[in-house]
Nanobody, 124 residues
Framework: QVQLVESGGGLVQAGDSLTLSCAASGRTSSVYTMGWFRQAPGKGREFVTATYWSGSRTDYADSVEGRFTISRDNAKNTVSLKMNSLKPDDTAVYFC?????????????????WGQGTQVTVSS
């Protein structure tokens, strides 16, 4: 089992920046990719970004490309999401996710482990 705990959500204004963090514990060697999803009210869970622990490849959703950056600290088993130029449309609960590959983790059904989620609210 792998446990994921997010932190760093909050209320910000449009144009602001915010950084989310995800701490992984347990059998972290069983997962090769870490990423983030988000879910806005009344909508499905949406892929945001993911990366291999090795850093060999990173993927971003088109809606966040150039504004969001995922980074990892292998020594601390943490993954961070730096969000710049935030928009009201970025308002959602953000979930940390862990899986085996970038190809599978892009879909909610391919995620092996989920965090509990952290709320991000962007006011206009």
């Amino acid at each position: 089992q792998v446990q994921l705990v997010e932190s760093g959500g909050g209320l910000v204004q449009a144009g602001d920046s915010l950084t989310l963090s995800c701490a992984a514990s347990g059998r972290t060697s069983s997962v090769y990719t870490m990423g983030w999803f988000r879910q806005a009210p009344g909508k499905g869970r949406e892929f945001v970004t993911a990366t291999y622990w090795s850093g060999s490849r990173t993927d971003y959703a088109d809606s966040v490309e150039g504004r969001f950056t995922i980074s990892r600290d292998n020594a601390k088993n943490t993954v961070s999401l730096k969000m710049n130029s935030l928009k009201p449309d970025d308002t959602a609960v953000y979930f940390c996710a862990a899986g085996r590959s970038l190809a599978t983790i892009r879909r909610p059904s391919g995620v092996q482990y989920w965090g509990q989620g952290t709320q991000v609210t962007v006011s206009s």
